[in-house]
């Protein structure tokens, strides 16, 4: 198999053989996965699988169609890999790039980041702010720390409860128990009222619930954020991706962004502080929202089973 994908395509450099080689070597149990199994279609979220597969196909070792759903707002190289059926971006921005890596526009449909699909089931603000027994009597802020609890969350903690406007803040650690009772041994201010959560099941009510979500913008967490209307204040975002995806939310009214844990408090109360534009930020985030995009795609997918 080395030696194979070592004698493909001259077009490739010697880095990329090895690299393809090396890659398609520590992913041997997924190929003879795909080999083995009669699949009607595969539908791939991560770029890597739409590279092992097309070098499957190119070798006609399987002949499964494909089709390639991008998690991010733009794409970029590593997603393109022929051959592929279908490609589903999140956006049109995204969909207007794949053509410059040889994609035929024919086989790109924008439909959205797939999220699941208790996102797309409207929810009354006021019940789900009862259910998950907040008071809702001033500003709800919800921090996000993803389902690992990574990052600067304490600092992120502290930054946010340095408002003078009182909030109710919600801080999910994820599954960081270590990072919970740090937050839980924070002082918190008189004029607030915190919550510390560790992983929950209860996202889509408590962003239903929230007026401002912190958070990192993935593409997932940012798409779920946009289907329940909450702005979103950005920080942190990760060179590449992330930081691609920060700027199309903020090119789009959807979202502030905090460079540092200095600037966070005065960003977030003056968005607290102006009703206007906040009020603006959610109508942006409902704009661009694609709840129904996992049906989408799976109706896609199923057009080639």
Not at 121 to 129: A, I, L, Q, S
């Amino acid at each position: 198999m080395f030696y194979d994908l070592l004698n493909q395509r001259r077009t490739k450099s010697t880095g990329e053989h090895l690299r393809a080689a090396f890659q398609q070597l520590n992913l041997l149990k997924l190929c003879d996965l795909l080999e083995c199994g009669s699949w009607d279609v595969i539908v791939n979220t991560h770029f890597l699988p739409t590279e092992i597969i097309a070098q499957l196909r190119r070798r006609r070792k399987i002949r499964t169609p494909q089709v390639t759903v991008t998690t991010d707002f733009e794409t970029h190289r590593a997603w393109a890999h022929q051959p592929c059926e279908r490609y589903c971006t999140a956006t049109e921005e995204g969909a207007a790039y794949l053509p410059h890596f040889g994609i035929e526009p024919a086989s790109i449909t924008v439909t959205g980041i797939p999220i699941h699909p208790i996102f797309s089931r409207p929810k009354d603000r006021g019940e789900c702010v009862k259910r998950q027994r907040l008071r809702g009597d001033r500003p709800i802020v919800l921090q996000l720390a993803g389902g690992f609890g990574v990052g600067p969350i304490e600092k992120l903690f502290r930054a946010i409860l340095e408002l003078e406007q009182p909030i109710e803040l919600v801080a999910v650690a994820g599954r960081n128990e270590r990072v919970r009772k740090q937050l839980e041994r924070v002082e918190v201010p008189a004029r607030h009222r915190a919550t510390v959560l560790g992983f929950t099941d209860q996202i889509d009510e408590l962003m239903a619930a929230a007026d401002v979500v912190v958070t990192k913008p993935g593409g997932l967490t940012s798409s779920e954020v946009l289907a329940r209307g909450a702005a979103m204040l950005i920080v942190n975002p990760i060179p590449g991706q992330e930081s691609r995806n920060s700027d199309y939310l903020l090119e789009n009214g959807a979202a502030i962004k905090a460079n540092n844990l200095a600037t966070l408090p005065l960003k977030l109360a003056r968005l607290l502080g102006d009703a206007k534009q906040l009020d603006t930020i959610k109508r942006n985030a409902r704009r661009i929202a694609k709840p129904q995009a996992a049906f989408d795609v799976a109706r896609i997918a199923l057009g080639y089973s």
